[in-house]
């Protein structure tokens, strides 16, 4: 943290992310960054077998997976909202009949 902090008071002195002494003060930040990084992690890989959760908490919250439902496209085309509630009504109607009919 001391070394963002300087990192961040050297630009405001000087407004410029090309002077030497920002460069600097930025690769430092970054590479003391980058080493808590691995060491956290390596931390939390080590201590695996006596706390779970946590290294799970941190691997769930690291995936990349997003859960998102997206419009369904006709032609290039986005299909309206009004659309999308009719063929899904009838996406679970078809369910409904087939898996209350069949017994």
């Known amino acids: 943290m001391k070394l963002i902090k300087q990192k961040q008071k050297v630009f405001k002195k ?7 002494a920002y460069t600097k003060a930025a690769r430092a930040a970054s590479t003391e960054i980058r080493r808590a990084k691995r060491n956290f992690e390596k931390k939390l890989a ?10 799970y908490a941190y691997a769930r919250n690291r995936s990349i997976v997003r859960s998102t439902v997206r419009p369904l496209l006709d032609d ?6 009004q659309h999308l509630r009719i063929l899904l009504s009838h996406l679970i109607y ?7 009919c069949t017994v």
């Open 14 to 20: 000087y407004e410029n992310v090309r002077h030497p």
């Open 46 to 55: 080590d201590n695996i077998d006596s706390d779970r959760k946590s290294f």
């Open 76 to 81: 290039q085309l986005c299909v309206p909202l």
């Open 94 to 100: 078809l369910f409904c009949i087939s898996v209350y």
